[in-house]
């Protein structure tokens, strides 16, 4: 690597440095503020309310912050987010300190929060792509997965810990500060501006319609896409009942355990991603990832056990991170520097929004219709009971399965999808060598 793609590298680090510090406090704040709020109101409909407000905003403005993002400088993309975000959870914590807290300042600061994160991915990804050399791809993505597992493996912890030291405002004023500690990393970098390959001055819808229409032009990238909305969708079906399932057989204590090993599969996948940097040919990365994912989907379904769906959930997010980071290196790459913001905006909302019909629809299927399949008395107690047993939580582990293997199906069957597996052939390579590019693909 040479001196300026070296430079352009710990130019990321740095960044990613700052992020990694504000997503453990997000994390923070996330898991306190949904503490707090149930044991206030005794809700779920109330603890729901505050997730969909979280989650929301984000996936719908993608498209817009994305087309922002494109125009703007992408620094200044990233300190708006930290900034918009980081005063939004000071207010909650001001509020709550003087006691004029409710549940619905609650759920219009979270869901400006999430306005101000809409920026913050397609900016970040973007940004990288300008910073990091192609062949180096790989491991900075890796990096990113490592960081998002450190988050979902320390914030519940840190956070259990500092409630009952500091309270919740004491909490959430943590996460001030570290999106306070993002903001000066930021602040401390430059990040190139793409030459615009575009014609410029065009209305902001048309920055809009455009990611789409890239990618519907591209059709390897789009079937991609679609995968990546197959999945989540079925991935939104398990993250909404791994925990009934699992409450099912042991309790609370035990599933806290499950939950911190099986997602230091995360870790130790974006760890090996850091060093490794994933397979020449990131397509398979991908679709041999995801087919692995679904088989660990499959395994946990078949048991109550506590080892088997622990193994299980390692294996998943092990290979969930490597996958994730494989994909990341492809877009990158193969999207023109100049137009990520607005395409990776599109991207975030098509493949994220599968999920929201995907809450809604689990609770019922496992209620009305794959639990009683499998009670003591139901259908399929006597064939496929005899296999995975029956009773309370064997309809969800049922779920598992059917949803472990119409992942595996989705992955088989991008293989053989000629545009999905040519992707990284058809498409040119956008970006040679991150900021170590004599100037021809960027400027500071």
Known sequence: MTQRASYGFWTFALIWLGQLVSLVGSGLTSFALGVWVYQ???????????????????????????ALVDRWDRRWAMLLSDTGAGMSTLAIALLLNSGQLTLWPILLLTASSS??????????????????????????????????????????????????????????????????????TLLLVRIPKPETSEEEGKPLIHDIVFGLQYLTKRPGLMGLLILFAISNFLLGLIMALFTPMVLSFTNADVL???????????????????????PRRRIYGVLGCMLLEGLALLISGMRPSVPLVTAAAFGFFFFFSIDGASSDSIWQSKVAPDVQGRVFGMRSTIAMFSMIPAYALAGPLADEVFEPLMAITGPLATNIGKIIGVGQGRGIGLMFIFVGLLTMLAAAGAYIHPRIQRVEDELPDTISGGIDNDNTGAKL
């Open 40 to 66: 206030s109101t005794d809700s779920v409909t109330s603890y729901a309310l505050v997730i969909l407000c979280t989650m929301a905003p984000n996936i719908l403005l993608s498209p817009v912050a994305g």
């Open 115 to 184: 306005a101000f994160s809409a920026f913050q991915w397609p900016a970040y990804a973007a940004s990288t792509s300008l910073l990091v050399p192609k062949e180096q791809l790989g491991r900075a993505n890796g990096m990113v997965q490592f960081a998002q597992a450190i988050g979902y493996i320390a914030s519940p912890a840190l956070a259990g810990y500092l409630v009952t030291k500091i309270q919740v405002q004491g909490v959430i004023l943590i996460d001030f500060i570290t999106f306070t500690f993002a903001v000066f």
């Open 256 to 278: 806290g355990i499950m939950t911190s090993i099986g997602t230091l599969g995360m870790l130790f996948g974006g760890g090996l991603m850091m060093v490794w940097g994933g």
